[in-house]
């Protein structure tokens, strides 16, 4: 494949840093960057921008997840299980990327992107403080659950990952926002290194590009992070809000338009 003009390279660097900026505070930055290396590199194949974008985005969610790590200092007891799984349904998804249509997943993803923000705008209260929902090996296996589901997602398809693991951390676990995007940076950088196994065997990667908005990704993430560290629970929350709101405008888009 030739190499992209100078304006796309810059669209792509430009897409990269936004989506890492967005995915470090609230995930769901793959719906920034995959659909720009889809304009972008019209002559390449689906598995091809799949992987690329991937690349990408583990740049990006490596210093993200370090930066949380750091500084909010995640509970292993619920990251580690929620990573373990994440990977292995992050490899089952990859594995079978090629055969799912990618048509099928907008509108599904469009009506659980609208019951997530509605669920959360109806209850104002909800992640502003950690109040666990469940107790003991029961709180593992919810943990381990919405990781194997969601990552299983992720390696086949992807964009919204990061956005849906924070919800089931706050919905389901009961963490507040901010505990949440945490732990989530920490299992979606999981997700992302499992469909790396699986991609870069079969030499799907374009290295060039996906290192370059791998770059742009990384110094999003890092800013967008830091930020959300600092500003704390309210900041992510009306964060989360407003991408998912533009997710809904976005996927309602594809589908009715």
């Not at 019951?115 to 502003?128: D, E, M, R, S």
């Not at 900041?235 to 594809?254: E, K, Q, S, Y």
């Amino acid at each position: 494949m030739p190499d992209p003009a100078l304006s796309t390279v810059v669209l792509l660097a430009l897409a990269g840093f936004a989506a890492g900026w967005v995915d470090a505070v609230v995930g769901g930055g793959g719906l920034i960057q995959l659909p720009a290396l889809v304009i972008g590199l019209p002559g390449a194949s689906p598995v091809q921008i799949l992987a690329t974008n991937k690349l990408g985005s583990v740049c990006g969610t490596t210093v993200s997840s370090a930066t949380y790590y750091r500084r909010v200092k995640p509970d292993p007891r619920t990251f580690v299980p929620l990573m373990v799984f994440a990977f292995g349904g992050g490899v089952a998804g990859a594995l079978v990327a090629s055969l799912i249509p990618k048509s099928a997943f907008n509108p599904i993803i469009l009506v659980v992107l609208i019951l997530v923000g509605g669920y959360i705008l109806l209850k104002p209260n909800l992640g502003q403080v950690t109040e666990l929902r469940f107790a003991g090996h029961h709180h593992t296996v919810a943990a381990v659950g919405a990781g194997l589901a969601i990552g299983f997602y992720d390696g086949a398809l992807g964009p919204g990952t990061g956005s849906f693991l924070v919800f089931a951390l706050v919905g389901l676990l009961g963490y507040n926002f901010l505990e949440a995007s945490a732990k989530a940076r920490l299992a979606n950088w999981a997700t992302n290194v499992a469909a790396l196994a699986v991609f870069v065997p079969q030499g799907a990667v374009l290295w060039k590009i996906g290192l370059l908005v791998g770059g742009c990704n990384l110094l999003g993430a890092y800013l967008g992070a830091r930020l959300a560290v600092a500003r704390g629970v309210g900041f992510v929350r009306v964060i989360f809000m407003v991408v998912v709101g533009a997710f809904i405008l976005r996927i309602g888009w594809d589908v009715f338009g």
